[in-house]
């Protein structure tokens, strides 16, 4: 029961992580196409960010100031870099992203050192929020998990409730219909994309201090949140939160399972014969954790090719 | 050409020969077959592995002999290919490519708990036995038994794209829907240009585990796979012949820069995103310019001497700014920092820098200026005169 509890607030949490980035992702996708594989890279700049100018002016306004100047960022990587080769095509798009989060991975090396920083939970934030089975449970997770819940509504309602909703929602669907109404389409897309890069870049820097700030975040996360957003389907947050939160709990459950294939098949009574064979059948699921999302990834594939909340192409 | 080289030259010569392979198979099914693969380090890492085991299983003798051994890169790459390009090509574009990366990942991850498979962190090592009266113990061999695999599976890549599933790809690449109501099946088609090239990445695997003599889980990283990508599209995809010289000149590059600079990752991205964003069929499309523009050989050359000298001064400009910083960012001067005190100066190039003199900073930007104004005004040149061409 305490795996249990434990597992599902954890999952819970982290898949709230991986949704506040991937949702800028999710979003930037669905409306111009472009996979911008520097995503997680505003993430990692994010949590650099806050890191150097938490030492300057303090925790809470850098967790401000920090995603503010990675907004800047990406807005000015879709003005000067995506917008100049949207006319070679989606694949030149990606790949000028793929270079760009090259080149940022390589400039925090450069800036940072090739190892981590020491980005830490401010000692005011470092208490326990509530005990659970004998133990704290950390105030800093619940307020991750708080502050992207806040943001899905807040997404959430300025999509659905307001004439900017609806606008950013015509211009996703059919870009050259709210042009010919008048919107100014090029400025909202460098919007949303602004608006998704700082979403990445305050999960980085809020996350950043709980986990472990290093050159290393952007790729590690980077390849999860393609996970995440082939799972839930094209531009959509909501799957983007099913998917996000399904592969938060999974690896979360994962990580505390010793069973093998093997011990499985001992039920129906193949269990030596599985030992024997060894290799895949012999490997504990704690050791996998890293590979279930992609497994689960090639299940939805297989099953449903639009993803959990896609549309059908 | 081994007889002049030295032993490292030559070491560079096969990594080059074997990155060119790479590269083009990577072309079949990015370049030719509009799908960019972003985890094709799979197909090549289950090459080499497959080779190492044949050398180690065989020990070159009998029926396989040593020469003979990347084909089982060959046969592991098209198994694995054929497994996950069933799985990828259900989709098409950008989420091709995220497959890809995913399935890759998915290696990556499983690789270091499979020890029997990839010997976990050691590693499988292997030795190359003598076969056909060759020792292969020297480095020249090697040199010549790469050579030969790679210029056979380049023609035969070559001749693909000649066949009629090789022009089948270029449909796929242009138009799949047309395709489809032509009657083709499209998937097979995609499945079939995904096999094709992860055995040829297999072979390249192949080559270097012969090269190398061992190899282990890190094969599989995503940098192997980027890299490709970067080679492959800074030597222009649109011609056959580009990813292999993109890929050659960027592993010399490589080669020659990485003992120099610690920022040469760096260069590379650098470099990447300029071609994409200035260049985007790639140093290939230098050659389609030359041939396709109607001014004189005369005209060219100067234009293209403009280019080159913009190019070169602001390259000098970002260079001379990166090794400033890196310095200046390195542990062991921010450790020499005593507060209060000045800045000490900088070792580069030959000569003392004082980071907190302005002429310091001053110079690369002037560089900078200077090379992107030249570069402007080339190419408003350029511009100007194909105007009054055309009016």
């Given at each position: 029961m305490e795996f249990f509890t434990v597992s599902l607030i954890n999952g819970t949490i982290y898949g709230l992580l991986l949704f506040m980035v991937s949702a800028g992702l999710t979003l930037i996708f669905g409306m111009m196409?472009?996979?911008?594989?520097?995503h997680t890279s505003f993430y990692m700049i994010g949590a650099y960010l806050a890191y150097s100018l938490q030492k300057v002016v303090g925790f809470w306004p850098a967790i401000i100031i920090a995603p503010i100047i990675v907004g800047f960022l990406g807005v000015v990587v879709e003005r000067f870099f995506l917008r100049r080769v949207h006319k070679y095509g989606h694949a030149h798009e990606l790949l000028v992203t793929f270079g760009l989060s090259f080149i940022i991975a390589e400039l925090i090396k450069l800036f940072f050192g090739n190892y981590p920083v020491n980005y830490q939970v401010p000692a005011s934030l470092n208490f326990a929020a509530f005990q659970l089975f004998g133990t704290n449970y950390p105030f800093y997770r619940v307020m991750m998990g708080g502050i992207s819940l806040l943001m899905f509504g807040l997404i959430f309602l300025l999509l659905s409730r307001t004439r900017v909703g609806i606008v950013v929602r015509s211009a996703i669907y059919r870009p050259k219909m709210a042009e010919a109404l008048g919107h100014n389409v090029p400025l909202v897309f460098m919007g949303v994309f602004g608006v998704g890069a700082g979403l990445a870049g305050l999960a980085g820097a809020v996350a950043g201090a709980f986990y472990t700030t290093n050159p290393n975040m952007a790729l590690e996360l980077g390849v999860l949140v393609f996970v995440v957003v082939v799972i839930g389907g094209l531009g959509s947050l909501e799957g983007a939160m099913v998917a996000s939160i399904l592969i938060g709990l999974i690896s979360s459950f994962a990580v505390g399972v010793d069973l093998t294939a093997a011990d499985l098949l001992a039920y129906v009574g193949a269990g030596n014969w599985a030992q024997q064979v060894g290799?895949?059948?012999?490997?504990?699921v704690s050791s996998l954790a890293a590979t279930i999302p992609f497994a689960l990834m090639l299940l939805v594939l297989l099953v449903r090719p639009s993803g959990l909340m896609g549309e059908k192409e | 050409m081994p007889g002049f080289l030295s032993a490292t030259l030559l070491n560079a010569a096969i990594q080059m020969l074997i990155a060119a392979l790479f590269a083009s198979a990577f072309n079949v099914l990015?370049?030719?077959?509009g799908m960019l693969s972003f985890g094709h380090c799979a197909y090549y890492g289950i090459g080499a592995f497959a080779t190492l085991h044949a050398m180690n299983a065989f020990s070159?003798?009998?029926?396989?002999?040593t020469p003979l051994l990347p084909v089982f890169g060959a046969i592991g790459g098209a198994v694995t290919g054929l497994a996950a390009g069933w799985f990828s090509t259900k989709r098409s574009g950008v989420y091709f490519s995220m497959i890809t990366l995913a399935l890759a990942e998915l290696l990556h991850a499983l690789a270091p708990h499979l020890k029997s498979v990839f010997?976990?962190?050691a590693g499988v090592p292997s030795m190359r036995m003598p076969a056909w009266g060759f020792t292969f113990g020297s480095a020249a061999e090697v040199y010549y038994l790469t050579l030969a695999w790679v210029v056979v599976s380049l023609a035969l890549l070559y001749f693909f794209t000649r066949t009629p599933l090789g022009r089948l790809t270029l449909g796929l690449r242009e138009n799949a829907h047309r395709l489809k109501f032509l009657g083709y099946n499209v998937h097979m088609a995609r499945v079939m240009v995904f096999v094709i090239s992860a055995t040829f990445a297999g072979i390249a695997g192949g080559l270097l585990a012969m090269s190398n003599e061992a190899a282990n889980?890190?094969?599989?990283?995503v940098r192997l796979s980027s890299e490709v990508v970067l080679n492959s599209y800074i030597g222009g995809?649109?011609?056959?012949?580009g990813p292999a010289l993109g890929a050659a000149v960027m592993t010399f590059f490589g080669y020659a820069v990485s003992d120099l600079t610690r920022s040469w990752l760096l260069y590379q991205g650098i470099i990447f995103v300029a071609v994409m964003m200035?260049?985007?069929?790639?140093?290939s499309g230098i050659v389609a310019w030359w041939q396709g523009s109607k001014q004189s050989a005369a005209t060219l050359l100067r234009y293209m001497l403009g280019w080159t000298a913009g190019t070169l001064v602001s390259a000098a400009g970002v260079v001379f700014t990166v090794e400033l910083l890196q310095r200046l960012m390195a542990d062991d001067y921010q450790f020499s920092l005593v507060a209060g005190r000045a800045w000490p100066a900088i070792q580069l190039f030959g000569r003392a820098w004082l980071p907190g003199a302005i002429t310091t900073w001053l110079l690369p930007v002037a560089l900078l200026a200077i090379g992107i104004a030249l570069l402007k005004f080339t190419s408003a040149r350029w511009q100007a005169l194909n105007d009054t061409e055309a009016a």
């Open positions: 196409g472009v996979l911008n594989f520097a290799g895949l059948l012999t490997l504990k | 990015a370049g030719q077959g070159g003798q009998g029926l396989l002999p010997g976990g962190e889980y890190s094969l599989f990283e995809v649109g011609v056959f012949f200035f260049m985007p069929s790639g140093l």
